[in-house]
């Protein structure tokens, strides 16, 4: 037997086929898409990799931010609740999630099952989640995936003061003006983005061991600088991407009592 999760981001669309021993197939489809086409594009995509078909799915639950407009899946679970399975299950020893994407982060406090005991979430602004390295790259002129790779050549400490995308903006243009160099530049931008989430995980209180998903957990900048400021040792997913998708696929499998 089948399930899937389909988690329905703000700028990615994650499908997890589950089968009786694991993960059978998944996909990411990423950048600008029409919502309910994509879904059904990612969801053939992963189940092709597992060597199925949709007759073969006995349930399917969604979730993201998209979820309501995209109108897919038999049932819908919330984030919140899709991360704490996921990552259990990924990882059972952890007891504290931490989830960035595009525009949301989240902290999690989770038990053993895989159930959320607390959570808290990013403020509005966008500083601290991936619209923020995208925005910072843009003015650096370089790709996001280099952030990341960059920020390690820096061991120089210089802060971003600004709380907002716009203000912390400008603040990299007048960097950049200085002659600073971009190394140092994407050390700063990943201190920012870990300082954000550090401080939102210690108002939840950290406890061990800890799991960070989501598309930044792609970056090794923040991976590194997360680290210092919480003072423990992370545990990042080899496709720290699926992880909410995964959460949702498992539940729905829960939920068929097998």
């Given at each position: 037997m089948l399930t899937v999760g389909l988690d329905v981001g703000a700028?990615?669309?994650?499908?997890?086929?589950?089968?009786?021993?694991?993960?059978?197939?998944?996909a990411v489809l990423e950048g600008q898409f029409e919502l309910r086409k994509t879904c059904e594009e990612a969801l053939s995509l992963a189940l092709g990799r597992a060597n199925a078909s949709a007759s073969d799915v006995s349930g399917l639950l969604s979730t993201g931010v998209g979820n309501k407009e995209a109108g897919y899946g038999d049932r819908a679970v919330t984030e919140v609740v899709a991360d704490a399975?996921?990552?259990?299950?990924?990882?059972?020893?952890?007891?504290?999630?931490?989830?960035?994407?595009?525009?949301?982060?989240?902290?999690?406090?989770?038990?053993?099952?895989?159930?959320?005991?607390?959570?808290?979430?990013?403020?509005?602004?966008?500083?601290?989640?991936?619209?923020?390295?995208?925005?910072?790259?843009?003015?650096?002129?370089?790709?996001?995936?280099?952030?990341?790779?960059?920020?390690?050549?820096?061991?120089?400490?210089?802060?971003?003061?600004?709380?907002?995308?716009?203000?912390?903006?400008?603040?990299?243009?007048?960097?950049?003006?200085?002659?600073?160099?971009?190394?140092?530049?994407?050390?700063?931008?990943?201190?920012?983005?870990?300082?954000?989430?550090?401080s939102m995980v210690h108002r939840l209180g950290v406890e061990e061991q800890v799991i960070f998903f989501g598309g930044v957990a792609k970056n090794i900048g923040v991976v590194e600088r997360l680290k210092h400021h919480l003072g423990k040792s992370i545990v990042v997913p080899e496709e720290p991407q699926i992880v909410t998708a995964l959460g949702a696929a498992l539940i729905a499998r829960d939920q068929k009592g097998t």
């Open positions: 700028e990615s669309i994650k499908a997890v086929v589950l089968g009786d021993s694991g993960i059978a197939g998944y399975r996921g990552a259990v299950w990924l990882c059972p020893g952890a007891r504290t999630a931490i989830d960035v994407g595009s525009e949301q982060a989240r902290a999690i406090r989770c038990d053993g099952t895989g159930k959320v005991v607390s959570y808290g979430k990013n403020d509005k602004c966008a500083a601290g989640v991936g619209a923020f390295v995208e925005a910072m790259a843009r003015a650096l002129e370089i790709r996001i995936e280099d952030v990341g790779k960059l920020s390690l050549q820096s061991d120089r400490d210089i802060s971003l003061d600004s709380n907002c995308v716009v203000f912390a903006e400008t603040e990299v243009v007048s960097l950049i003006h200085a002659r600073t160099s971009k190394a140092d530049i994407t050390r700063a931008i990943g201190d920012s983005i870990a300082r954000r989430i550090s």
